[in-house]
């Protein structure tokens, strides 16, 4: 691997832009730019191959990881299939050394390390080092620490803005100027007043030409990039999506969650991921034509029998919707419409996305635990199934994001990155322009409602 571009910083003072490396991506009218944004954006899916089926990277130098955020997301709960450094641990194999994990939760962080070096990755771990900022890292780091990829698991109401605290992108790009970010989604979680914000974020990201992806691992399914291939290969047009998203709320016991002012509400929180599903299929939104209802915590259908945390302890202003109803426009003219429902009880989730086009009929089931794909094609009223038992996107977008950076032969085969920050940005948009026309109508029906 002696011929790998080099991508790190070659600074002796850590931060300083100066006598540094080429970035990951060259300038903007180079070749390797011009190749990248020239790939389609959607992946062969006999090139996604499950984690089991798949052998380490090769290569004998050290890929450098920082970690920011020592939480779920990034090493895994009973909730849920996210662990990111499970996902690293697999695709780098001996090759991956995380540098540093950055969390102001010191005791969380070291706990998690220490159960990390007690297994066979410890060689990943064992010279791990813990600090409350990323300045701090910075600050004590040395050149041979300098991180080839950052992975940013953090809260998001505590990034994807310009503010102090709160902008860990842009920190990103002036301590690692080239260094590629991997960031969750959504792309923040704070007042709607900051969606610019986050879209200057997008810009400062493009124009640096730094390999940034999204945690949108859902467009990275086999079931999903089948749907992109059989629009593209019958060069159809969308004409609809429709999405469900309903949630086993009996399972939810982070009281945030269930508290707008912290979570931003299940449409935002959670949502997301279906919302960004429809835009992939329908393409951007017309914005102007978002309109949503709710039922509320406080109407009569709104009860919810089983919850595990105490709502009283929420002021009444911030507790979220049980259901949330929306349609638009695409700026293409297609349809879109989404549910997201607070009421099942149980574990599972219930959640599903159809795509309408000219004589056919697109719905994926199940996407979360065993997606199943039904497709109805013209002349034929018979629904063909497909399953997909071992699909794991999480390590697909892991595994394309390494993809990108390893790309050293600038081969258009390597396949794209599927989420960049500024699509994110716009699916983060749309979620807050159905969090707030669900509030005016609600706000409209309680102005107008006569007193009994």
């Known amino acids: 691997m002696a011929n790998r571009r080099p991508s790190v910083l070659d600074s002796p003072v850590p931060g300083t832009l100066g006598n540094r490396r080429p970035s990951v991506l060259d300038s903007p009218g180079s070749r390797r730019q011009s190749v990248i944004s020239s790939r389609r954006p959607s992946i062969d899916p006999s090139r996604l191959v499950p984690m089991d089926k798949t052998s380490a990277l090769s290569g004998t130098d050290h890929f450098n990881v920082l970690f920011v955020g020592a939480g779920n997301i990034m090493f895994g709960s009973d909730e849920g299939p996210w662990n990111h450094s499970f996902r690293f641990e697999h695709k780098l194999g001996p090759r991956l050394k995380v540098v540093a994990l950055i969390d102001p939760a010191i005791d969380r962080a070291t706990s998690v390390l220490q159960k990390k070096c007690e297994t066979f990755v410890r060689s990943a771990y064992e010279n791990t080092r813990v600090f409350r900022t990323l300045e701090d890292f910075v600050k004590n780091m040395s050149r041979k620490d300098?991180?080839?990829?950052?992975?940013?698991?953090?809260?998001?109401?505590f990034r994807g803005t310009l503010q102090t605290g709160r902008d860990i992108e842009l920190q990103i790009l002036r301590y690692f100027p080239g260094v590629a970010m991997f960031i969750e989604k959504p792309a923040a979680t704070g007042p709607s007043s900051e969606i610019e914000e986050a879209f200057q974020i997008a810009k400062h990201i493009s124009d640096s030409g730094t390999i940034?992806?999204?945690?949108?691992?859902?467009?990275?399914?086999?079931?999903?990039?089948?749907?992109?291939?059989?629009?593209?290969?019958?060069?159809?047009?969308?004409?609809?999506?429709?999405?469900?998203?309903?949630?086993?709320?009996?399972?939810?016991?982070?009281?945030?969650?269930?508290?707008?002012?912290?979570?931003?509400?299940?449409?935002?929180?959670?949502?997301?991921?279906?919302?960004?599903?429809?835009?992939?299929?329908?393409?951007?939104?017309?914005?102007?034509?978002?309109?949503?209802?709710?039922?509320?915590?406080?109407?009569?259908?709104?009860?919810?029998?089983k919850m595990v945390v105490d709502e009283s302890a929420i002021p009444a202003e911030n507790r979220i919707p049980r259901v949330t109803a929306a349609t638009w426009k695409y700026e293409s003219g297609a349809v879109g419409s989404f549910t997201h429902l607070v009421a099942l009880q149980g574990h599972d989730y219930s959640c599903e996305l159809e795509v309408y086009a000219d004589g056919y009929q697109l719905k994926l089931v199940n996407p979360y635990v065993q997606p199943v794909l039904y497709i109805r094609r013209p002349g034929n009223d018979h629904e063909e199934t497909h399953r997909f038992p071992d699909d794991d996107p999480f390590f697909s977008e892991i595994s394309v994001l390494i993809d990108n950076i390893e790309d050293i032969e600038e081969d258009p085969e390597t396949s794209t990155i599927l989420s960049s920050f500024e699509d994110a940005c716009k699916t983060y948009q749309l979620t807050w322009a159905i969090r707030e026309a669900t509030e005016r109508n609600r706000k409209y029906k309680k102005d107008n409602t006569i007193p009994e």
């Open 212 to 305: 940034c992806s999204v945690g949108y691992m859902l467009r990275y399914l086999k079931a999903v990039q089948m749907m992109k291939q059989i629009i593209h290969e019958n060069n159809l047009t969308v004409m609809a999506t429709v999405a469900r998203y309903a949630c086993a709320y009996e399972a939810i016991a982070k009281p945030d969650w269930w508290d707008k002012s912290k979570s931003a509400g299940p449409v935002i929180e959670q949502g997301t991921h279906f919302c960004d599903l429809s835009r992939y299929f329908g393409g951007d939104v017309d914005m102007t034509t978002v309109s949503a209802h709710s039922l509320e915590w406080d109407e009569n259908a709104g009860h919810l029998s």
């Open 146 to 157: 300098t991180p080839r990829a950052v992975i940013v698991g953090s809260p998001p109401m």
